[in-house]
């Protein structure tokens, strides 16, 4: 019962460095997504793929890529990470029009 | 856009009931989420409600929805230190694929 899986879990980068953040899932789910969560913020939406082959922009995409490789894996690339980017960035998948939202644990990105 | 709005703290003591409250702006929302989250982990499901229900009860849970006020409770009977958390209201526009909005979260505070 794997649900969402997100690796890596810790990453310490240097400003200028790239790095992508990669998530899988086992639940057939059509969307997925890409989320960052600061203090004080809740979570904020990067980017979502509504289903295979499909990405859209959500509400502070700026700074990152995404790629929906497959059904199950989605991952999100920062070309150059900036200390703005020191984060927890969630990775969630859904059934479209269903209330099941599934998340992984998480992968605590500090950028220094 | 579409905005989801929490207080940010909420202390209660341990044995009474607590009472988060959210409201929402967007009245094309499918389904209405409570969501926790412990220290350093990732975002557990609580609850959720479909839009033409009033109220959802789980165990010590119970959901309150005024879909005229667009305002959203949840209500945690005989709290206790486990419940120590943050708790985050979300929304779905319209059931679609474009992913849930967050409050900023509420921290529930036990005291003893």
């Known amino acids: 019962n794997a649900g969402v899986t997100q690796t890596p879990k810790f990453q310490v980068l240097k400003t200028g460095q790239s790095m992508t953040l990669q998530c899988a899932q086992d639940m057939n789910h059509n969307s997925m997504y890409w989320y960052r969560q600061d203090p004080g913020m809740g979570l904020r939406l990067i980017y979502y793929?509504?289903?295979?082959?499909?990405?859209d922009k959500g509400e502070v995409p700026n700074g990152y890529n995404v790629s929906r490789l497959n059904k199950r894996e989605f991952s999100l690339r920062l070309e150059s990470a900036a200390p703005s980017q020191t984060s927890v960035y969630f990775c969630?998948?859904?059934?479209?029009?269903?209330?099941?939202?599934?998340f992984g644990s998480g992968t605590r990105l500090t950028v220094v | 856009g579409e905005d989801v709005e929490q207080s940010l703290f909420l202390s209660v003591r341990e044995g009474d009931s607590s009472v988060i409250n959210c409201t929402y702006t967007d009245s094309s929302s499918t389904y209405l989420y409570w969501y926790k989250q412990e220290p350093g982990a990732g975002l557990q499901l609580l609850t959720y409600i479909f839009s033409n229900m009033d109220m959802k009860q789980d165990q010590r849970l119970t959901v309150l929805l005024n879909k005229k006020d667009k305002h959203l409770s949840l209500r945690i009977a005989d709290t206790q230190t486990g419940d120590s958390a943050i708790y985050f209201c979300a929304e779905n526009s319209g059931g679609g694929a474009d992913g849930l909005t967050f409050g900023k979260g509420t921290h529930l505070i036990i005291q003893p």
């Open positions: 793929s509504a289903s295979e082959g499909t990405t």
């Open positions: 969630a998948s859904a059934k479209t029009g269903s209330y099941g939202y599934t």
